[in-house]
């Protein structure tokens, strides 16, 4: 059975980040989107908050996101990592709901144009395809 992350608890994200950030020889990673929710203020919060980002992830190159739900606050989780880790080298998201093709444009733009801590960083982003529906 996977186990995911609620993006729209701030208890669940507030555990991930600890053990990111607790884990500095952390050279991949990978999450699986549990939930979501656009309007989960507490999370928006807790992920703008200057101590979520004090701390660069130094050794982490790949980063890999599945069933990524096009929320705010997954939205909000991907920037934060990119901005703290100069070492990404990849990260993959993998979108796991279909959305119309002008959303997933605005979304793809949105991933792209994320300041990186990393100049080597390559975001692959792969739209939901019915095949890999869990």
Sequence with gaps: MTQGVDFSEV????CALQ??????????????????????????????????SNRPLNKLK?????????????LFFVKLLCACTPSLVRM???QGIAIDSKEERNITIKLMR???????????YFPFEATNAD
Excluded at 62 to 74: A, K, L, M, P, Y
Excluded at 114 to 124: G, I, N
């Design 19 to 52: 053990l990111i950030k607790s884990s500095p020889n952390l050279g991949k990673l990978q999450i699986w989107v549990q939930g979501s929710d656009d309007n989960a203020e507490t999370v928006m919060k807790y992920l703008e908050a200057p101590t979520c």
């Design 92 to 94: 993959c998201i993998e």
């Design 114 to 124: 994320f300041p990186r801590a990393s100049t080597r960083a390559e975001l692959f």
């Design 62 to 74: 790949c980063v890999v996101i599945r069933s990524f739900e096009c929320s705010n606050t997954e």
């Design 11 to 14: 208890d669940q994200i507030s």
